[in-house]
């Protein structure tokens, strides 16, 4: 029996009689990290890593029935072992191994190799078979090394305050806006933040990760000569938004692995793309892939059919999950994403009222 199958609700353990990562609401769901196509509200029980706890309850609910484990603890159920191990993707972040009559599967949800000191790196993990997404699962996907990119922001930032205009970096509200916040110079000048980042920051910070103090953009008018010098981080969203008019000139950049990609720059608009991803690239796959020392390997949402031929073809038994997963966060665009509060305990359920907003989408 396979140990992990693909149903309507999302991927099942038949004999533990879980689910991972559901896409609809279920009885038991294990989670490995809290972004919005991966942790959705409904299920009625949750298990998750212990460092992610903080994340979820912000943003599912702080009543919702979630069971935590420290990394490498293990809980049986039903005979099946479980336990978490870090994957490096955002904080909280988890592969979830199990283990069954002597059958060793992980499920690696999201992950990156490259530790940023915003979460537990990455860890291999021994197993017979491999579950991994491939969302930059093409041989063109290479990062350079993240200190980098973060200097290109720097110098960006430092162009824009002697040419006397704001920095608006777009990123997304939860992980890569953290993770920016810790690799970036915050001595250059104030940073200011869109009201679905701060309380997100809030999180990290009580999670022991170092994040610069950082302000509410709503709080400034349009007069204030700080804009001029600041650092402005928002999510996607808020792009061609009339939240953006409180900034006058300002030059903006988009922080995305996607921004490798001139089509992608080109259709964004912005005036600088900053080629950063939370997920591996492609020789991160291989490596995370090989360390695992799996005879099968299952893909999942991104590059599916690529990556799956050129593991076939180094003789590995490789076949494609069909997921409803997507490629970053897909919870900024929620309805009120503008204001502070917004990933606060019941802001992003169905059905909850947003708060009333200032202006804009």
Known sequence: MDLVIARPEGLY????DFYIDPWRPVERSVITHGHGDHARWG???????????????????????????????????????????????????????LEYRGEVWVASGDYKVEADGTCAPFEPVRCHTFITESTFGLPIYRWRPQAEIFAGIDDWWRQNQAEGRASVLFAYSFGKAQRILHGIDDRIGPILVHGA????????????????????AGDFKKSDPLLRQALVLAPPSAAGSTWMRRFGEYSDGFASGWMMLRGTRRRRGVDRGFVL????????????????????VMVTHGSVNVLVRYLREQGLDAQGFTTEYGDEDDSDDLPGADQPGADLPGANQPGADPEPREEGP
């Open 43 to 97: 299920n009625a029980r949750y298990l998750a890593a212990a460092p992610g706890e903080g994340i979820l309850r912000s943003r599912l609910g702080q009543d919702i029935d979630l069971q935590t484990l420290p990394y490498g603890a293990t809980l049986d159920h039903h005979g099946v072992k479980l336990s978490f191990h870090p994957a490096g993707h955002v904080l909280g972040s988890a592969q979830v191994r």
């Open 277 to 296: 991803s939370d997920h591996a690239d492609w020789p991160g796959l291989l490596w995370a892939i090989e360390q695992t020392g799996a005879e099968r």
């Open 13 to 16: 353990c038949p004999p533990g």
């Open 197 to 216: 980042v701060e309380p997100l920051n809030r999180v990290y910070r009580e999670g022991g990760i170092r994040i610069p103090e950082t302000h509410y």
